[in-house]
Structures are given as C-alpha cells and as structure tokens.
C-alpha cells in the first residue's frame, strides 16, 4: 500500500535545472534538522496528448502564504515559481504528474535563528497515480479515526504547508496501515472532526454538503475550494459546520478531497459501512464533474488549468 517514488530527471534549483541525483541538501541543513520546509503538491493531468496543471496560481500563492508566515521571503516572484512547475513538467517530458515546490531552509545556522540558512528553492516532478490505491476513486476506502489528533491552533500553524507538520500526519498513516485501513480521518483537540492525514473531508446528509469549518487545525484545501465552488454550480447546497466524531458514523456519504488523494470516497470508518457501503451518489456526481475539467473533458470556466 506504501507509495514508491519514481524519479524523472530533472530538478529546478533557484533557476536552474539539476540531475534528479545531485538534488542533495546536508545533513546539518535546517530543513533536516527541524523540518523546516515549505512545500506544495500540485498535480498535471494529460489527456489526448494535451498536458494542464490545476490551479497552480493558487497553490503558488499558498506556498507564499507558508512563508510569510514561516518569515521566509522566497527569492523568486510567484510568476516565477509557477513558470518553473511548468518548466519542470516540460523539461522531465512528464506526462500526469505530481508536482513538488519546495523552499527549505539550507545550511548555516546552528541553533534555533535560521537566519544564517539560506533559503533554497526547488520543484521537482515525478509519475503519480491514484494515491490510495487501485480503484480507490470508482470503489472508495475504508478509513478510521485515528487515535492521534490534529495540533491545537497557535502551536503549529496549520495553515501554513510545512514539512515539520506531516510527521503527525505520518503517525497517522501508519497507524492506519497496520490496522488495515486505507487512511485516517483526525479529531481536532477539541474532539471535533479535523481532516484526513493529508486530505480535506466531505460529508453527504440529507442531500447536503457538509465540510468542517477552517478552525486552524486544517490546511485550506484547494481542492476542498475547488468542490465547494462545484457543488455551487451544480445545485448542491453546501455548508462549512463544526463536525461531531459520530456524524461520520451516520451520515449518507463521505469523501476525502485533496490534490493527491482527488475526490476518494469513504466507504466504511471504523469498519462501520458510510451509508449503504459504497460509493456514494453525490459523491460520484462531484468526482465526475471534477475529473471532467481536470482531464480536459468539460469547459474550464474558472482558468483553473495552466496549459504546458
Ligand atoms: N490537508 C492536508 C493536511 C494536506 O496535506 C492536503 C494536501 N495538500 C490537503 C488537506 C488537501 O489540500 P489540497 O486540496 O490543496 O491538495
């Protein structure tokens, strides 16, 4: 069930274009040391041999966002990071594809002021398929609730994307793979739904949406925009409440939504069937019509697609 890397070539690094293996920081660098790294995953999708990434500009901008708050200030414009995920997927000859900008902290500083680190930038590319495996987007995935909880507000900033984050997110993972579940849904600290270990949620009840609200313990999901957007043109209402544990035990439909993870339905948590224990309709509905404009298939009002 673990992904496995598949390199490409090519990595940009502060404007230029390095082999995938020389891609090398120290041992001592900041982002080693204490996870200071900001990053985005973005993903490129092909269809009849035309390649688009979606909503780039937002993911740049959320990257900026990271690291503002991360006191970062990038070397490079959002133009410019944008125009290098292009030029990444270009240069690999990279078909779909799952995009990774990153500014790190390098080597220098010592101690806690990482001032003395440079900052460093890359994007690197590389093949990524369906990230919960084989017919998780048409079947679904059984998840549970995992028994670690996502960070209080003002400890980390969780909306920023930051490296350091996801070692929770890891426990959670792998906790959720040695119970023989697909991935894990957390509990904020105050016992209220939060998110997936790197996904936003989705709930179905009574023919509504229900997604938690952005209570700083979630990252803003694009994608998690991306649907609310959708389920406003389609007529689906839709509302951003607080989430109790046992609504997931209930309600009619779920889903995880993310970049990687797309639109994945939920069909059991904690072994208790979501629903009647398949993929729900709505949910179906809304993959579709997301899977239609990411693949090219449907009109892209928005210009949410940046042509390489
Ligand atoms: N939450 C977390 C913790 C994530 O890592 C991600 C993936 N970036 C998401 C939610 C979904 O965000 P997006 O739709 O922007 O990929």
Redesign the pocket.
Known sequence: MALELQESEFIWKDGEFIAWEDARVHLLSLAVQFGVSLF??IRCYEAGGRRAIFRLG??IR?LYNSCIVYRMVPKYTREEYAQACVDVVARNRLQSCYIRPMVIRGYGAAALDPRPSPIESYVAAWPLDTYLGKGALEKGVGVKVSSWQRAEPNTFP?RA?AAG??NA?MLMKMEAHADGYADAIALGPNGLVS??????LFLVADGELITPILDGT?????????IIKLAAEMGIPCREQLVARETLYTCDELFF?????EVTPITSVDRLPVGCGTAGEITLSIQRRFMDIVKQRAEDPHGWLTHV
């Open positions: 985005e995953g937002a993911h959320r969780m994307k984050h996801y997110a998110e997936g270990s790197g996904q936003n979630s990252l803003q999901g694009i994608t998690r925009d991306t939504s993310g970049t990687a993870s």
